[in-house]
């Protein structure tokens, strides 16, 4: 079955700390993974894809087939990045029916 | 652009009614998600349409049902309300390409409230 699982349900860092998101996704086949962000009182929005491999708003992840992980990372979180994180699954292919983690919310402090 | 648009922003209904949720996508987009969002189960999906034709289904009783116009506008029905049925509906749309999944984008959803 397919499965995204974040294990933080809270991360609080300091300004300036280095932030790490995790995730980690079950499934047998070739995933699209994605991160989508909700800041306070905005919809949820795509933050990035694993397959653009670009960096948004300093956070970059990286797909790691061997230990099936998505990690969102940067280097130095700022007060603005205060936000809830999802990580989200796409088997891949012509849909649009994603498997999302139960969300991590990330709390930096001044 | 205007983004994904959800009508009505909140809803009351009691035990057994019924309730059609709205959506209006991105100009443009064709394809038409929902996702369910509660705090116990977080965001689950429902189901996806694109080009007025189901696509795919989440495990959701049949009372949970959904239709796409030609306009590629969609909404969602849910029949004989039960008090778990309470959630955040969120509706995402996205411009279709048939060999590589698209970012959805995410209207600000419908707070169903069954009491």
């Known amino acids: 079955a397919q499965r995204v699982t974040q294990p933080e349900k809270l991360l609080s860092v300091f300004k300036g700390a280095p932030v790490e998101l995790k995730c980690n996704y079950s499934y047998s086949g070739s995933p699209e993974l994605f991160w989508y962000v909700q800041y306070s009182r905005q919809r949820l929005q795509l933050l990035l894809r694993h397959i653009s491999r670009e960096s948004i708003k300093g956070f970059t992840a990286d797909l790691n087939k061997g230990e099936t992980s998505f990690h969102l990372k940067k280097p130095f979180a700022q007060e603005e990045d205060s936000a809830m994180y999802y990580c989200?699954?796409?088997?891949?292919?012509?849909?649009?029916?994603?498997?999302f983690g139960t969300g991590t919310l990330l709390a930096v402090q001044p | 652009k205007a983004g994904v648009t959800q009508t009505p922003r909140y809803l009351i209904k009691t035990r057994g009614q019924q309730v059609t949720l709205s959506c209006s996508p991105i100009s443009g987009h064709r394809s038409v998600s929902w996702y369910q969002q509660t705090p116990g189960q977080g965001l689950q999906f429902l189901f996806e349409y694109f080009s007025e034709t189901q696509r795919n289904k989440g495990n959701f009783p049949g009372r949970f049902s959904g239709r796409q116009f030609s306009n590629s506008r969609s909404e969602m029905n849910v029949s004989t309300l039960e008090l778990g049925d309470s959630a955040l509906y969120l509706c995402?749309?996205?411009?279709?390409?048939?060999?590589?999944?698209?970012?959805?984008?995410f209207g600000n959803g419908t707070r169903l409230t069954v009491t």
């Open positions: 995402a749309s996205s411009f279709e390409s048939r060999s590589t999944p698209s970012p959805l984008h």
């Open positions: 989200a699954l796409n088997r891949g292919g012509a849909t649009n029916k994603l498997i």
